[in-house]
């Protein structure tokens, strides 16, 4: 079966960058559009950032220019760079594997078949 397997959550300080990593097992990897979607204590699950399988790229307006997404077909593996943390950053970050292309339907988690377990990211001081 199909598994995201997410790495890199940790405890940072307001200011600090970090790299999460999502490892994809038994899928075509390439034709994918992944996404990153995250989900703080309360709170419903939120859409972060996504790449489809022509390499475009999408953003919540709330980690434009501070998170940058990417891929590696050759390793399977989905990538969130994320700089500038902020404490409201604070959240379970979910790695998604969906075949929606169109711009609309991208953000929405429905648009998602496969997902990850999640990786715990807490920014703190």
């Known amino acids: 079966q199909v598994q995201l397997v997410e790495s890199g959550g940790r405890l940072v300080q307001p200011g600090d960058s970090l790299r999460l990593s999502c490892e994809a097992s038994?899928?075509?990897?390439?034709?994918?559009?992944m996404g990153w979607f995250r989900q703080a204590p309360g709170r419903e699950r939120e859409f972060v950032a996504a790449?489809?399988?022509?390499?475009?790229?999408y953003y919540a307006d709330s980690v434009k220019d501070r998170f940058t997404i990417a891929r590696d077909n050759a390793k399977n593996t989905l990538y969130l760079q994320m700089n500038s943390l902020k404490p409201e950053d604070t959240a379970v970050y979910y790695c998604a594997a969906g075949v929606a292309s169109a711009t609309t339907r991208i953000p929405q988690i429905r648009s998602y078949e496969y997902w990850g377990q999640g990786t715990q990211v807490t920014v703190s001081s």
């Open positions: 038994r899928l075509t990897f390439s034709i994918f559009t």
């Open positions: 790449i489809t399988s022509f390499r475009n790229t």
